[in-house]
């Protein structure tokens, strides 16, 4: 009769470890993984951060003076733009890593490497002349006298700089 009681303590232990036939520490990696898995999620597809509204005390906008109004349209521009390049810009980033690839293998086509160069060229003019038109149509929102001021601003203006340098952006 000991010996029934010792293999009921034994399954009890066992049923105490393990639940649904899986050990608990594997059922905790589990459970961690999962919980890392939802953070990476959340945060992944969580998007761009709105950005502020303008602040006419810093940056260009207090540099050039501009009005509110302005500065609301200028950042209705850049934001247009940034959404209607957002395919452009992704094909360019996979274009980019095709070449970086191919460039890589020796036993790679020379001719499939120029091919993959011309079509990055081609997107890469696409998506400049698109920021250049969008520079131009911000410039239009401007008076003569703040164009005169975005001459004598050093070129290297930096993260509040002017069109596709990053308008508003930190």
């Known amino acids: 009769?000991?010996?029934e009681g010792i293999e009921t303590?034994?399954?009890?232990?066992?049923?105490?470890?393990?639940?649904?036939?899986?050990?608990?520490?594997?059922?905790?990696?589990?459970?961690?993984?999962?919980?890392?898995?939802?953070?990476?999620?959340?945060?992944?597809?969580?998007?761009?951060?709105?950005?502020?509204?303008?602040?006419?005390?810093s940056g260009l906008p207090a540099t050039l003076s501009l009005s509110q109004k302005q500065c609301e349209k200028?950042?209705?521009?850049?934001?247009?733009?940034?959404?209607?390049?957002?395919?452009?810009?992704?094909?360019?980033?996979e274009k980019r890593l095709e070449l970086r690839r191919l460039s890589e293998d020796p036993k790679a086509d020379p001719y499939a490497i120029n091919k993959a160069e011309q079509e990055l060229n081609a997107l890469e003019k696409e998506l400049f002349r698109r920021a250049y038109r969008t520079e131009v149509d911000q410039r239009r929102l401007l008076t003569p006298e703040q164009i005169n001021k975005i001459k004598d601003i050093p070129s290297g203006y930096g993260s509040q700089g002017y069109g596709r340098r990053g308008y508003g952006r930190q």
């Not at 200028?74 to 980033?93: C, N, P, S, V, Y």
């Open 74 to 93: 200028i950042r209705q521009l850049t934001d247009r733009f940034r959404k209607d390049t957002a395919g452009t810009r992704a094909k360019i980033m």
């Open 9 to 57: 303590k034994a399954e009890q232990i066992t049923i105490r470890y393990c639940i649904a036939g899986i050990p608990v520490t594997r059922l905790l990696r589990i459970i961690a993984l999962v919980i890392l898995f939802a953070a990476l999620c959340v945060v992944v597809f969580a998007g761009e951060p709105e950005p502020p509204d303008c602040d006419l005390q």
């Open 1 to 3: 009769m000991e010996t």
